[in-house]
Each structure stands twice: as structure tokens, then as C-alpha cells.
């Protein structure tokens, strides 16, 4: 071990130590043993903020672009099942004005533009549902 690195010298003694407990059995009656491991999709966020999205999750918060979509598909479900023309007036110009906000607001991290395909499944039903009334 001739790397200076103090995180070299970490990783090596983590190594060391799952090894041992490997030896002893340690790991033996964990909860999924021999199934594969479901790692999550973190694609779509950027690289240095993984980490920090990852504890927001954990600690149950939503980070606010991810907040904003829940809503807006909050509102998409309630228009599909409202049966009061005023309130769905009302509730497509609030659902609009939010589309709207993110794209001001999130304008580099969150696009809700027409090459998006949360966009078309947006315009989707929204079409279906002012087509059913």
C-alpha cells in the first residue's frame, strides 16, 4: 500500500474489516441474502447533489423540484376525476400556473418542455380529459 491517499488508507481498512467479517460469518443471516441488490436510479440527478437528495429522501423530505412534479400530478389525477366544470376550470389554471413556475424557476434543472416525456404524458391527459368533457 504505497498510495499516500487518506482515503486509500480508509478503503483499505474497510476492505480489511468486511473481510474479516466474511471470515466469521457476520454476514451470513442478513435480511436478502443471496438475492441481488435493487439499486436505485439516480440518473436524472446530477452527480454532486446524489448525495444530498439521497439524505433528503431518507430523512423524508422531498427536494422542491421533485415536490412541484408530485403536485402537478396531484392536480393531473384530480382534474381526471372532477366532475365540477368550475372546479376544473380552476384547478387546470392553478395546475398551468405551476407548470409555469417550474419552468421559470428550474429553468437549467427541471424542464418540463415538449422533449420531455413527463411533458406528453402531461398533454395526454390532459387532451383526454377536456375531449371527455
Not at 376525476?81 to 380552476?90: A, K, L, S
Amino acid at each position: 500500500m504505497s498510495d499516500a491517499n487518506p482515503w486509500s488508507v480508509i478503503q483499505f481498512i474497510a476492505e480489511k474489516r468486511i473481510e474479516e467479517a466474511q471470515a466469521k460469518g457476520e454476514f451470513d443471516d442478513l435480511p436478502g441474502r443471496g438475492r441481488p441488490l435493487e439499486l436505485e436510479d439516480m440518473s436524472h440527478v446530477p452527480e454532486e447533489l446524489r448525495m444530498a437528495y439521497k439524505i433528503l429522501r431518507n430523512a423524508g423530505c422531498l427536494p422542491p423540484e421533485l415536490a412541484e412534479r408530485k403536485e402537478i400530478n396531484r392536480l393531473v389525477d384530480l382534474l381526471e376525476r372532477c366532475e365540477d366544470e368550475r372546479e376544473r376550470v380552476r384547478q387546470m389554471q392553478k395546475l398551468r400556473f405551476m407548470i409555469q413556475r417550474a419552468r421559470m424557476r428550474h429553468q437549467r434543472s427541471i424542464r418540463i418542455e415538449q422533449d420531455d416525456p413527463y411533458y406528453a404524458r402531461l398533454l395526454e391527459r390532459l387532451s383526454a380529459l377536456d375531449k371527455a368533457h
